[in-house]
Protein backbone atom coordinates (compact mmCIF):
# COMPACT_ATOMS: atom_id res chain seq x y z
CA UNK A 1 0.00 0.00 0.00
CA UNK A 2 1.32 3.20 -0.80
CA UNK A 3 2.32 5.56 1.87
CA UNK A 4 2.70 9.32 2.10
CA UNK A 5 3.94 10.71 5.24
CA UNK A 6 4.29 14.58 5.34
CA UNK A 7 6.57 16.71 8.29
CA UNK A 8 8.31 19.84 8.61
CA UNK A 9 5.25 21.53 10.09
CA UNK A 10 5.21 24.18 13.09
CA UNK A 11 4.86 27.50 14.21
CA UNK A 12 7.06 29.99 12.58
CA UNK A 13 6.91 33.87 12.32
CA UNK A 14 5.88 36.31 9.36
CA UNK A 15 8.85 36.48 6.98
CA UNK A 16 10.04 33.24 8.04
CA UNK A 17 10.98 29.85 6.32
CA UNK A 18 10.30 26.17 6.50
CA UNK A 19 10.92 22.76 4.66
CA UNK A 20 8.51 20.65 4.55
CA UNK A 21 9.24 16.98 3.67
CA UNK A 22 7.11 14.40 1.74
CA UNK A 23 8.73 10.91 2.35
CA UNK A 24 7.29 7.70 0.01
CA UNK A 25 7.25 4.35 0.35
CA UNK A 26 5.99 0.99 -0.57
CA UNK A 27 5.19 2.16 -4.14
CA UNK A 28 7.61 2.93 -7.39
CA UNK A 29 7.76 6.87 -6.39
CA UNK A 30 10.28 7.78 -8.94
CA UNK A 31 7.29 7.19 -11.32
CA UNK A 32 4.82 9.88 -9.78
CA UNK A 33 4.13 13.02 -10.26
CA UNK A 34 4.21 14.31 -6.70
CA UNK A 35 1.70 17.31 -5.79
CA UNK A 36 1.68 19.67 -2.44
CA UNK A 37 -1.63 21.11 -1.24
CA UNK A 38 -2.64 23.16 1.48
CA UNK A 39 -6.12 23.80 3.02
CA UNK A 40 -6.68 26.60 5.69
CA UNK A 41 -9.63 26.13 8.23
CA UNK A 42 -13.46 26.99 5.78
CA UNK A 43 -11.58 27.04 2.78
CA UNK A 44 -11.04 24.44 -0.03
CA UNK A 45 -7.99 22.44 -0.44
CA UNK A 46 -5.34 24.09 -3.16
CA UNK A 47 -2.65 23.25 -5.17
CA UNK A 48 0.41 25.02 -4.29
CA UNK A 49 3.06 22.83 -5.96
CA UNK A 50 4.00 20.36 -8.49
CA UNK A 51 6.93 18.12 -9.66
CA UNK A 52 7.22 15.60 -12.12
CA UNK A 53 8.52 12.06 -11.98
CA UNK A 54 11.64 13.26 -12.91
CA UNK A 55 11.84 16.53 -11.27
CA UNK A 56 12.02 18.57 -14.64
CA UNK A 57 8.80 20.09 -14.36
CA UNK A 58 7.53 22.31 -11.65
CA UNK A 59 4.05 24.24 -11.19
CA UNK A 60 3.20 27.01 -8.58
CA UNK A 61 0.08 28.37 -7.34
CA UNK A 62 0.40 32.35 -8.15
CA UNK A 63 0.06 33.05 -4.37
CA UNK A 64 3.96 31.08 -3.38
CA UNK A 65 5.83 31.79 -7.11
CA UNK A 66 9.07 33.00 -5.80
CA UNK A 67 8.90 31.96 -2.34
CA UNK A 68 8.39 28.53 -2.46
CA UNK A 69 10.37 25.93 -4.20
CA UNK A 70 9.58 22.42 -4.90
CA UNK A 71 12.30 19.73 -5.10
CA UNK A 72 12.91 15.98 -5.13
CA UNK A 73 15.55 13.26 -4.53
CA UNK A 74 14.29 10.15 -6.26
CA UNK A 75 17.33 8.21 -4.07
CA UNK A 76 15.97 9.22 -0.55
CA UNK A 77 12.13 8.70 -1.79
CA UNK A 78 11.57 12.01 -0.66
CA UNK A 79 9.95 15.43 -1.83
CA UNK A 80 10.76 18.58 -0.45
CA UNK A 81 8.98 22.21 -0.20
CA UNK A 82 11.15 24.48 0.94
CA UNK A 83 8.77 28.20 2.10
CA UNK A 84 10.53 31.38 2.15
CA UNK A 85 9.16 34.73 3.34
CA UNK A 86 6.04 33.24 4.71
CA UNK A 87 2.98 34.69 5.15
CA UNK A 88 0.08 34.52 7.78
CA UNK A 89 -1.97 33.31 4.27
CA UNK A 90 0.14 30.42 4.20
CA UNK A 91 -1.31 29.35 7.05
CA UNK A 92 -3.08 25.71 6.21
CA UNK A 93 -2.57 22.49 6.16
CA UNK A 94 0.04 20.45 3.96
CA UNK A 95 -0.32 17.77 1.92
CA UNK A 96 1.38 15.65 -0.69
CA UNK A 97 -0.11 13.18 -3.44
CA UNK A 98 0.67 11.27 -6.09
CA UNK A 99 -0.45 11.73 -9.53
CA UNK A 100 0.39 9.45 -13.15
CA UNK A 101 2.20 12.10 -14.69
CA UNK A 102 1.57 16.05 -14.54
CA UNK A 103 -2.66 16.61 -14.71
CA UNK A 104 -3.65 18.95 -17.25
CA UNK A 105 -5.47 20.81 -14.12
CA UNK A 106 -2.11 20.32 -12.29
CA UNK A 107 -3.75 22.07 -9.14
CA UNK A 108 -6.83 20.10 -8.85
CA UNK A 109 -7.02 17.85 -5.94
CA UNK A 110 -9.19 14.93 -8.05
CA UNK A 111 -6.45 14.58 -10.40
CA UNK A 112 -4.37 12.74 -7.20
CA UNK A 113 -4.86 9.56 -6.00
CA UNK A 114 -2.67 9.04 -2.93
CA UNK A 115 -2.60 11.45 0.02
CA UNK A 116 -0.56 11.69 3.49
CA UNK A 117 -1.99 12.94 6.38
CA UNK A 118 -1.24 16.42 6.26
CA UNK A 119 1.17 18.65 8.61
CA UNK A 120 0.42 21.98 10.25
CA UNK A 121 1.90 25.15 9.23
CA UNK A 122 1.46 28.40 11.06
CA UNK A 123 2.86 31.98 10.53
CA UNK A 124 1.64 34.17 13.16
CA UNK A 125 3.67 36.19 15.07
Known amino acids: QVQLVESGGGLVQPGGSLRLSCAAS????????IGWFRQAPGKEREGVSC????????HYADSVKGRFTISRDNVKNTVYLQMNSLKPEDTAIYYCATADGIPRIWGDPARYNYWGQGTQVTVSS
Open 51 to 58: ISSSGGST
Open 26 to 33: RFSFDYYT
